[in-house]
């Protein structure tokens, strides 16, 4: 039953993006209190919701979140859409209808590449971004498309989030890093986002006037093919954090009993080896054992180049 609630709450949001934890109470027959609980599991889950407090607050879904990919096979889409076809031919219910519509809509989109500007083509599936970075990023170019403000969740390297309205202007791609550059209205400014360490991106409806923009003054001045890919788990240190939230995404970062843990597949080679001994003592490597054991002997060889 726990789970089933859990589901509803979770396609409910998928379907209206936001809704009052009474709503959600009301309409999945829970208390408002068991909605919460639901709704901290679902984030340990992997789930990127939000809970806005105030007189017109909720419980947020950004709408850059898809589900996964892998959520169904392509034979149990087929037997769901197949089986809410028939239940929606004899019943009639706006609920089916509208779970039909929603599981019609993920097939569309899922696998999707993004492509901007007509002739570049970006596979966004980060290497260790579990909420989709192409759906984050798809969401942005169409904001800026559209010139509509966008209210952003936004974490720094200090880890502090904040939210903030911006106007898109331009995404810009920058030695392998994805930035927004946007007006933010609470600094009056122009500022850059690190696509990365936004949290959650939502269309506000609100249009804007494009700005001018200096391109010579943007401030900008700082292919795995053939790769073996493993599945890589990491035990990571708080002071390490800020670096591996750029590294991987911050969806990647799990807190798990008061400690920190990251996964994601990745390719394999002296390009993963030199970052982790980057680290430091700030990230210990879980899985795969063999990977542990190569970044030991070269952490060995190291300290007997320096007399260790």
Request: charged share 30%; hydrophobic share 40%.
């Amino acid at each position: 039953m726990k789970f089933q609630i859990m589901l509803q709450i979770l396609f409910k949001l998928l379907r209206r993006r936001k809704l009052s934890a009474a709503q959600l109470a009301k309409e999945c027959g829970v208390s408002a209190r068991s909605v919460y609980r639901y709704i901290e599991e679902l984030s340990v889950a992997g789930v990127p919701l939000v809970v806005e407090r105030g007189r017109n607050g909720g419980v947020c879904l950004p709408d850059t979140y898809r589900l996964p990919e892998n959520f169904f096979t392509e034979e149990e889409y087929g037997a769901a859409v197949n089986a809410l076809h028939a239940l929606y031919e004899q019943m009639h219910d706006e609920t089916v209808r509208a779970a039909l519509e929603k599981l019609s809509q993920q097939r569309k989109t899922d696998g999707k590449s993004l492509t901007i500007s007509g002739n570049i083509l970006v596979d966004g599936s980060g290497w260790g971004d579990a909420y989709e970075f192409s759906d984050k990023l798809h969401a942005l170019e169409d904001a800026t498309e559209r010139r509509e403000c966008l209210d952003l969740a936004y974490i720094d390297r200090e880890g502090a989030e904040s939210r903030r309205t911006v106007e898109p202007h331009l995404l810009i791609y920058k030695q392998n890093i994805w930035y927004l550059y946007a007006w933010c209205r609470r600094r009056q400014d122009f500022r850059l986002f690190r696509i990365g360490r936004i949290r959650s991106a939502s269309g506000t409806g609100e249009s804007f006037a494009r700005r001018e923009i200096d391109r010579a003054h943007l401030p900008l001045h700082f292919t795995f093919a053939d790769a073996e890919m493993v599945q890589l788990r990491l035990a990571v240190q708080k002071k390490a954090l800020p670096d591996a939230e750029e590294w991987l995404g911050i969806g990647s970062i799990r807190t798990v009993g008061g400690e920190l843990f990251a996964e994601a597949t990745l390719p394999a080679g002296e390009v993963l080896l030199s970052k982790l001994l980057s680290f430091g003592d700030g990230v210990r490597v879980l899985e795969p054992q063999a990977i542990a054991e190569e970044v030991r002997a070269r952490a060995e060889a190291l300290a007997a180049l320096y007399g260790g």
